[in-house]
Structure formats: structure tokens, C-alpha cells
């Protein structure tokens, strides 16, 4: 029994009867690219209405067994988050801000009128399956265990209201690259055709609904050749929002670094938060303001814009090295990385690994 910040809440340790095999793990966790590969356990948690959140497990990754009327087969009241564990330069493991994707998790499930998890209990119970599973870390560059909580409505009824049953999972994934090795810079489509959030919908929340709706232009991006689709906004289609699954930032050669700003369409990054607060500690002169498409390709064709990079819990810091449309397409800077690209992931990246001083807080050990 492991006991939380809230001594009433404890996790029952539930024994695996068939854990994969030291040979079979090895096997899997020497290339295991992202998102493919799965560990031996998972967190369960329940939420029933009038009693709140009971049932904590730590068991056996298995099957779920879900009633076809389940009330997220029907109304998609479904939320869920990304964060890694990485591995420190002395050998222990540690998160980076689990308090902000609890924070962030708790955001949606009140856009989505879906109960609140306790911070406390949202990061142990990131922490307990990330030590469980710890022999899972692959030793592949970059390596690390991305963890992903969700929460989902399971009670089975048919009617539109929020529902009166809920489970809180997080299962373990080893990942190594999020994008192809040997790319110096990713390739991004501007969506034409489509958006990904309106003012009023559920752009700020993650939420499974935000991802489904990508799927068609992001394919769109893949067959025309490209890594990423790209989206504006819905209301005049001409502001740059983010891309997919990731946010979007603009280095100019006077200095200026610029971000869309956080209007309620777009995801409120961990990383993105991460970056804005590192580049100001470098003194740069940071903006959170709205940058156009057309202001996009001037300043990339005169010079003006000489870096852009994407960026996520996933995929960390990646530059953009060209950018096209149905209008044609026009190269960033060099169409590689750029100096201050470079420098932000390694700042990050060191923090996150331990490598350089953590000036804030941001990195919770695990043992």
C-alpha cells in the first residue's frame, strides 16, 4: 500500500500474473518509437456519483471491459494528457511539472463536465506506475517513458447530460523519437480546408474530440509530403493557431520571439510555458500576440523571420524548415535548425535530465 498526500487515500497493489519477459522487454525497448510499445501496468481509479473517487489500483495492463452504451461511445466525454518520466544524469528517474498537467487535466474535465482528480492523486499515480514499470526505460538517445492519464464516462445510458460514472487510467509507453531520425527540420501544411477549434469550443481542452477532428488534414499534410498540418482560425482564416498536436513559435532577427496567445482555441502547453519563461530569463523580448499567415511568408521571404519551431511534451523542441499551402510554399531561415531552436531544447532538455541547475522547481524525482 502506498499512501498519498491525503492519508485517506491509498493504492491497493494488485500482483501481475504474467509480466513480459527481461529477453521480450529488451527486445521491445531497443528501437521502440513512440507510442507502439506498452509496459506491464496500469493505474485504475473510479469516480461514482454521491461517493466520488474510490477504487485506486496499481494492476496489470489489461483489456478493458466497457457496456457498448458506455456514455463515451456516444457523447465522447473523454479527456487525457502526455508527460514523460526521463531518466537523470545519476540514474534516478524524474517528471517534469506533473503539477501543471494535473492543473491542466482538471481544466478539461471542467470543460467537459466531467469530475475534478486531486492534484496530489493525478501525480501519484504518475509516479507509482512510472516506478513500477521503471525496468521499461529504453536506453535509445533521447529515451524516456511517456505516461498517459485519461479520464472517460463509462456509465452505459443514452441521453445528453454529463454522466454519474467515471474511470481515471494511465497506462506506459517507452518512446524514443516522436519524429523520423535524420530530419534536420519537419515540413508543415496550412490547413485550407479546415480548423481545429472555434471561440467557445474545446481548443484549450485535451480532449480525444480536438484530435479526431486533425485527422483528415493531417493526413492531407502526409500525403502531399509533409510531417505536420498547420491551422488558422475559424472565424477569419488568417491567424496562425498551432499545428495538431503541438504549439508554434516565431524568431525574427531584431530579437522578438512571438506565440499565438492563449484565446481559449489553442492548448496551453507545458512546453510552450516552459520555453516563454526560459527565453525571458534570456532576455529576450517575448510576445504573445497574433501572427498572420501572410505575415508569415513576408517576413520568412525578406529575411525578417529567421527560425520557427513546433513544440510538445512529445516531440520537445522541433524546427520548421519550410511551410506550404495551397498558395505555394516558402522556407524559413536556412530551412534547418536555428541557433535559438537549438539552444531552448538543450536548456530544457538539460533540465529535464538533470544536466543543469533547475532555477524552478520544475523537476520532481520519483526515488
Not at 491542466?104 to 506506475?129: G, T, Y
Amino acid at each position: 500500500m502506498a499512501t498519498l498526500a491525503d492519508p485517506n487515500t491509498q493504492f491497493t497493489q494488485l500482483p501481475h500474473p504474467s509480466p513480459v519477459a527481461d529477453a521480450d522487454r529488451e527486445r521491445l525497448i531497443a528501437d521502440p518509437g513512440f507510442g507502439k510499445v506498452f509496459t506491464d501496468h496500469m493505474v485504475v481509479i473510479e469516480w461514482t456519483e454521491g461517493q466520488g473517487w474510490h477504487s485506486h489500483t496499481l494492476g496489470p495492463r489489461e483489456p478493458l471491459s466497457l457496456d457498448p452504451a458506455a456514455a463515451v461511445l456516444h457523447y465522447a466525454q473523454e479527456i487525457f494528457e502526455g508527460l514523460k518520466a526521463y531518466r537523470l544524469d545519476d540514474g534516478t528517474m524524474a517528471l517534469f511539472r506533473p503539477e501543471e498537467n494535473a492543473r491542466r487535466f482538471n481544466a478539461s474535465a471542467r470543460r467537459l463536465a466531467m469530475p475534478e482528480l486531486p492534484e496530489d492523486v493525478f501525480v501519484e499515480a504518475v509516479r507509482q506506475l512510472a516506478l513500477a514499470d521503471r525496468d521499461w526505460f529504453p536506453k535509445v538517445p533521447g529515451g524516456s517513458l511517456y505516461l498517459r492519464p485519461f479520464m472517460f464516462a463509462d456509465e452505459p445510458f443514452l441521453g445528453v447530460r454529463p454522466a454519474k460514472h467515471y474511470k481515471f487510467l494511465v497506462i506506459c509507453s517507452p518512446a524514443g523519437n516522436y519524429f523520423k531520425s535524420g530530419s534536420p527540420a519537419v515540413s508543415i501544411w496550412v490547413s485550407g480546408a479546415y480548423t481545429r477549434a472555434a471561440p467557445g469550443g474545446t481548443g484549450a481542452a485535451k480532449c480525444g474530440g480536438n484530435y479526431a477532428a486533425s485527422l483528415v488534414p493531417q493526413a492531407e499534410a502526409i500525403a502531399r509530403g509533409h510531417d505536420q498540418v498547420v491551422f488558422l482560425d475559424a472565424a477569419e482564416h488568417k491567424w496562425v493557431e498551432e499545428l495538431g498536436g503541438m504549439n508554434v513559435f516565431f524568431a525574427f532577427d531584431d530579437g522578438r520571439v512571438v506565440t499565438p496567445p492563449l484565446t481559449g482555441t489553442i492548448l496551453p502547453g507545458v512546453t510552450r510555458d516552459s520555453l516563454l519563461k526560459l527565453a525571458r530569463e534570456d532576455g529576450l523580448d517575448v510576445r504573445e500576440e497574433r501572427y498572420s499567415l501572410d505575415q508569415w511568408r513576408a517576413d520568412a521571404e525578406s529575411g525578417k523571420l529567421v527560425e520557427c519551431f513546433a513544440c510538445g511534451t512529445a516531440a520537445v523542441v522541433t524546427p520548421i524548415g519550410r511551410v506550404a499551402g495551397e498558395d505555394g510554399e516558402f522556407t524559413i531561415g536556412s530551412g534547418g535548425p536555428g541557433q535559438l531552436t537549438s539552444k531552448l531544447r538543450e536548456r530544457l532538455v538539460a533540465i529535464q535530465r538533470g544536466a543543469a541547475e533547475d532555477r524552478h522547481g520544475w523537476v520532481v524525482r520519483l526515488d
